[in-house]
């Protein structure tokens, strides 16, 4: 029999992605959506009998039950994401990224297995000379970082559970996103040929949106031996500054340039780097380079053109 899934905002950037793969695995995938951004990422599944989707909002409790039953996985991935958006509307991202998870482990049943998606920018600011593990405090300094933070512990207080604190993800999605470092770095590279950054010297991990959808389907399929714990899940050769991710980028776009401003800051102040130790030691690496990530933005900015997919 195939597994049973739910996944919450499953329309979206890594969402769009994961019900693909889950699909192609021969899983029962059932996504619940709001489909806030009116995206119709998902009609290429449709055809399939496997497949089934409930639009609604993940804060409803009574759209939540009906979505969760029978289901032998559930993955959170609805949120409001990144610091910009949840400044913006502080309500709409407490209730979303905790909230609407209090709601979920009030109405699963303790034999479902959920698996969080967090974000790794709960280290804040890490240690100048020192790796940020699964051990590290977690010093969020956003109200988007605060909110995932104390909605991954209640989840992994529940049991029955893991999370990942994933990287910033890049590459291209069928819900596309521009908001995104890399992606954002890159756009910027073919559209304007300049960019001028804030704080070069910040660090930070990366992962390609593929790869972190593989994540979820490794630990459903290993979900036994990595329960109980939080995961890392970047690219380890992808601990990189500002400065560094624009010299890579330039190694693609020889005409690219970019300075670092020598006044004004950058809002988001997270600085650190990541060991992703102990998920590589489940068996889980990741197969997308940065440089491959790159080449296939190239490519997906000439069919999006200059319209905006960011989230605000």
Not at 57 to 72: F, H, L, Y
Not at 136 to 143: D, E, G, H, N
Not at 180 to 199: C, E, G, T
Not at 279 to 301: F, H, N, Q, S
Request: aromatic share 8%.
């Amino acid at each position: 029999m195939s597994k049973k899934v739910l996944v919450i905002g499953g329309a979206g950037y890594i969402g769009s992605v994961l019900v693909s793969i889950l699909l192609k695995e021969g899983m029962e995938v059932t996504v619940l959506d709001n489909f806030l951004f009116d995206q119709t990422i998902l009609m290429d599944s449709c055809l399939s009998g496997r497949f089934h989707v409930i639009r609604g909002d993940c804060r409803d409790a009574d759209v939540v039950k009906k979505a969760a039953e029978g289901q032998e996985f559930i993955i959170p991935l609805a949120a409001i994401v990144g610091a910009p958006l949840c400044t913006a509307d502080e309500t709409a991202a407490k209730s979303v990224n905790l909230g609407a998870i209090e709601t979920l482990l009030k109405l699963r049943a303790p034999e479902q297995k959920i698996i969080f998606a967090c974000t790794n920018s709960g280290y804040g600011i890490g240690a100048p000379d020192a790796m940020c593990t699964e051990d590290s405090p977690l010093t969020p300094i956003s109200l988007y970082g605060k909110t995932k933070v104390e909605a991954e512990n209640l989840v992994l207080k529940s049991g029955n559970s893991l999370s990942f604190r994933f990287a910033t993800v890049f590459g291209a999605s069928p819900r596309m996103r521009l908001d995104l470092l890399v992606n954002d770095f890159v756009y910027r590279a073919i559209y304007d040929s300049a960019l001028v950054i804030f704080q070069g010297n910040f660090r930070r991990n990366y992962i390609h949106v593929r790869d972190a959808a593989g994540a979820v389907l490794h630990a459903i399929d290993n979900f036994e031996k990595m329960k109980g714990l939080p995961y890392n899940c970047g690219l380890s050769s992808a601990n990189l500054t500002k400065l560094e991710l624009c010299a890579k980028i330039k190694e693609h776009f020889p005409k690219f340039v970019y300075m670092e401003a020598p006044i004004g800051e950058d809002p988001d102040k997270r600085d650190y780097v990541v060991s992703n130790e102990r998920l590589e030691k489940t068996g889980w690496m990741p197969k997308v380079t940065l440089d491959a990530g790159i080449e296939e933005l190239k490519k997906a900015y000439t069919i999006v053109g200059r319209n905006d997919y960011s989230r605000i």
